[in-house]
C-alpha cells in the first residue's frame, strides 16, 4: 500500500544465496504492478512486472509471484550478487490511473 | 540518452524563495509524472499529465506546487515560498503504452 514509516526494513543476505523480498499491496482492484530497485541518489529502476491474469513471471536472475487472494507480491533473486544491493519497492496500478509505491526494502549483500 | 531528464540534479535554496524543475520525458510517452521522495520512503505520488492536461493531482500537492505540461512534451514542476518540509527527491516519470513506468534520476531539493 501507501509507503509509510521512516524505517526501512533490511534484509541481509550471503552473496550468491537467493533473496525473497515480500509486499503486500492495498487495491484490490490493482490489475499492473511493478518491482523497481532503488540505488543511492537515483531514480528508481524497473526491474520486473506483473499482470493480475498471472501468478509467477520470470526474468533474468529474478521472479515476481502474485498472490492475489491475500494481495502479496515477491521479489526473488536468484545468485545474489553485490551489485544488488539497494532499496527494493514494489507498485501497484490499475490502467491510466497512479502508480502507488509500496515500502521499501533495503538488501543488503554480504560478500 | 533517450530516457527520462531532470534538471537540475540538484537545487539549493533558502526558505521562502521558488524554484521551478524541469523534466524531459521519453518522447513516445505522452503520461508524465512527478513524485516526491523523501528519505526512507517510496515515491509519493504528485501529479500527472496526459499530453498537456493534468488528470490528477494529490492532496500533497498544497496551492504553492504548480506543474505544466503546456506543449504535452518538457513538463515544469514549481514550488512557490519554499518551506523546509519541502526539502525532498523530486523525481518526474513517463509511462509507455504497456503501462511501464520509466523515471528520471530525480532533482534533489535542499531548502535552509
Known amino acids: 500500500g501507501e509507503s509509510v514509516g521512516l524505517h526501512l526494513p533490511t534484509l541481509s543476505v550471503q552473496e550468491g544465496d537467493n533473496s525473497i523480498i515480500n509486499c503486500a499491496y492495498s487495491?484490490?482492484?490493482?490489475?499492473?504492478f511493478i518491482w523497481y530497485k532503488q540505488e543511492s541518489g537515483k531514480g528508481p529502476q524497473f526491474i520486473i512486472d506483473?499482470?493480475?491474469?498471472?501468478d509467477k513471471r520470470q526474468g533474468q536472475r529474478v521472479t515476481v509471484l502474485l498472490n492475489k487472494t491475500v494481495k502479496h507480491l515477491s521479489l526473488q533473486i536468484a545468485a545474489t550478487q553485490p551489485g544488488d544491493s539497494a532499496v527494493y519497492f514494489c507498485a501497484e496500478t490499475k490502467s491510466y490511473q497512479k502508480v502507488t509505491f509500496g515500502t521499501g526494502t533495503k538488501l543488503q549483500v554480504i560478500p | 540518452d533517450t530516457g527520462v531528464s531532470q534538471d537540475p540534479r540538484h537545487k539549493i535554496t533558502k526558505r521562502g524563495q521558488n524554484v521551478t524543475f524541469r523534466c524531459d520525458p521519453i518522447?513516445?510517452?505522452?503520461?508524465l509524472y512527478w513524485y516526491r521522495q523523501t528519505l526512507g520512503q517510496g515515491p509519493e505520488f504528485l501529479t500527472y499529465f496526459q499530453n498537456e492536461a493534468q488528470l490528477e493531482k494529490s492532496r500533497l500537492l498544497s496551492d504553492r506546487f504548480s506543474a505544466e505540461r503546456p506543449k504535452g512534451s518538457f513538463s515544469t514542476l514549481e514550488i512557490q515560498r519554499t518551506e523546509q518540509g519541502d526539502s525532498a527527491m523530486y523525481l518526474c516519470a513517463s509511462r509507455d503504452i504497456n503501462e511501464k513506468l520509466f523515471f528520471g534520476s530525480g532533482t534533489q531539493l535542499s531548502v535552509l
Open positions: 506483473i499482470r493480475s491474469n498471472m
Open positions: 518522447s513516445e510517452h505522452n503520461r
Open positions: 487495491n484490490s482492484a490493482s490489475d499492473y
